[in-house]
């Protein structure tokens, strides 16, 4: 692979902008249905809450990860990032009026807590069960 194609992948700035194109777009696409602006709307608010999530979730389970030992450290902060990201989506999206809610935040959040399991697992598993 090319070393400049290596170097925009590992980019979090491309990172952020694919979250907020894929998953403004899903929720453009779940709230189709509805009235513009209402889509666009909903489009906008998901694209904004994917970008930051994109940028803090790593960060999160990095966190919770150390603060977790045994078995627990495999599904506790995955699970807490998941439950955390949920109430955010809820929240912002009911404060915003997105018609479809739930359609709206299904992707996102299975994409979102399906990163923090395998990264979380990733970094779990290097350090083992006992530590």
Known sequence: MPVVLQRILRSG?????????????W???????HVMPAP?????????ISAC?????????????????????F??????ACLGSASI???IHAVSSTPEIFRTIALPLLVSTTYAAIYNYSISARRGFDT
């Open 75 to 80: 599904w506790a902060p995955p699970l807490i």
């Open 89 to 91: 989506l809820v929240t």
């Open 27 to 33: 929720a453009i696409f779940a709230n189709r249905a």
């Open 53 to 73: 999530l994109t940028l803090f979730l790593k960060s999160v389970i990095d966190w919770l990860s150390s603060r977790f030992s045994g078995s627990t450290r």
């Open 13 to 25: 700035v491309v990172h952020v902008l694919f979250a907020f194109l894929a998953m403004g777009g």
């Open 40 to 48: 666009l709307l909903a489009g906008l608010v998901q694209g904004a």
